[in-house]
């Protein structure tokens, strides 16, 4: 990245689609990229790999940002309030550890904010959260029928009962965030 106040966060928060879809409506957030990250099976998996569980592997978004705009910290709280991060291996109905809650940090200082964001928001929530803080190893980018999931099918089902009240949620917790 030429831009120096461009960054990575990679976050997994259950199914991508909706966690893309939070981000792309973010002030600041230039880019997000569904794709997964955090397994242990060498070479680039499949959307049908990543289901079975087996791979190790959690649906996760990069998300490239202007530091200018918005800063890590923020894009962690606004991950970490448009998810539940208190449940293990499990979003809704989506279930497994593709589907866990996990920041992958790039570098010592975002597991620093990582760490403390954590800290910060646990004291609203009723039950322990259980997000992993993981290193980055690899980002795989998921096919492209998973690129801006939301954005094209609206009106299909999971769109409509799972992805569109988060949204509502995002605009209502972080109006000022919002492009």
Known sequence: MNNKSLQIAIVGGGCFWCTEAV????KGVEKVVSGYSGGNVPGRPTYCEICSGLTGHAEVVQITFDTSIILYEDILIIFMTTHDPTTLNRQGADRGTQYRSVIFYCNDKQKEIAEVVIKEVAVH???PIVTEVVALNVFYEAENEHQDY???NQSQGYCSFVITPKLAKLR???TDMLK
Do not use: A, M
Request: charged content about 25%; aromatic content about 24%.
């Open 150 to 152: 939301y954005r094209n």
């Open 23 to 26: 981000f792309q409506e973010v």
């Open 125 to 127: 929530y009723e039950n």
């Open 172 to 174: 209502q917790l972080h």
